[in-house]
């Protein structure tokens, strides 16, 4: 039984007070970490919560809530109306949508009609059904008059398929219909010709974060991006900036700031490994797939984004075992998603700028000044293209003149 206060976040398995800074910035973690690395990039799931201070029958709704609906929406229960409110606060703090609100109304402190007039100001789409007993139906109708609630349902609802699910499926079939979802990737603020804006949409892109442009000089025209330049210090705004789906903002980031805000892994769990492989291309891949699936402790440095040249092709035809073809970003996140079940450990962005061999072992050292040493070492760093040989090139490097042919560039074209 849960205590007081507390709220559980069913499908993630994470129980903890909302509001405790330490466990909900964990879960906030997991989510973005899950998403950047691939294995998940979808939206977060919308929420249906459920609110009841009955232990028995709050579990008999979170079942029933989940037979049905878990593969779409993430079930949150609490068993008053106080740590629910908490939970919409950092629900909404963490920009996840709620789709419906189930209350019992008989609550002590707060009742299921006090607790959705709440909720209402928090997330006023969320559809909002009272869970009611027989002798409560009189304030349950005046409810749906005064308080604005789409239903009630009377306790016991047995069988849920006739007297449960068609309600609720009707409700959230409304939600969706009417429902924006939030973007939920990096925004970032800047000029279109600057090559610190370049560099961190490139930088996002190749790395699969799903991110959006907002270009400054149409703030005029655009009322969205002339808020964010007010809310991020007006004429006097540090651009770049990347925006997160936290709210939370850096001005001027440079890549390792931008890594280690969205908790890409920099550094090594250990010193000393089986195998090491420098650079992430499909060569670097497929080293750390075949050795790690050999049960070789491997570790694998990419400077840039894994894929290499690969995860910047639209489409690639002549790879093996997929006919119709594939996007090299496709390919990329297929590789490394692969390369992560066999336990890869993939630092990026990290560069390897020095190498030692001692005896039979090789060490590398890091940008960071970090040495990681290993029994073999792959060397699958691919190409570098020679620059244009024009003076002041470098100054439009990024600002017009690029090199490669990513997809950040098509944008621009
Ligand atoms: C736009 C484009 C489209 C393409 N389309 C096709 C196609 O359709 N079919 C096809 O067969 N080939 C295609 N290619 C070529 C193919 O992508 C390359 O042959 C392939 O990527 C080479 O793989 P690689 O792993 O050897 O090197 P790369 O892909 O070059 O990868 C090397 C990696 O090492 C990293 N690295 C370098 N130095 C360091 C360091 N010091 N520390 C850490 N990391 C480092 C780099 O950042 C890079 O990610 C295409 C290439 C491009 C650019």
Redesign the pocket.
Known sequence: RLRKGQVELAASGFAGNVGASRASKSYAGKIRLREIQGESRCMAKPVLIAVDDDAEVLRAVERDLRTRYAEHYRIVRANSGASALQALQSLKKRNEPVALFLVDQRMPEMSGVEFIAKGIDVFPEARRVLLTAYADTDAAIQAINHARIHHYLLKPWDPPEQNFYPVLDDLLSDWQASHKPVFEGVKVLGHRWSPRSYGVRDFLARNQVPYRFFDVETADRNPEIQKMVDDNGGATAKLPIAIFADGTALSEPTIPDIAMRLGLRTRADMSFYDLLI????????GAAVYGASEGLRTVM???????????????????LGFPSGLS?ADLARRAVTQARKFGVEILAP????KLRVDGASKFVTLLDGTEIGAKALVI?????YRKLAVPGMERVQGAGVYY???MTEAATC
């Open positions: 420098v650079g992430g291309g499909p060569a670097g891949l440095i990419e400077s840039e984004a894994p894929g290499g040249q690969a995860g910047m092709s639209s489409r690639i035809e002549n790879y090299g990290q560069e390897v700028t699958a760093t691919g190409v570098s490669g042919a990513a």
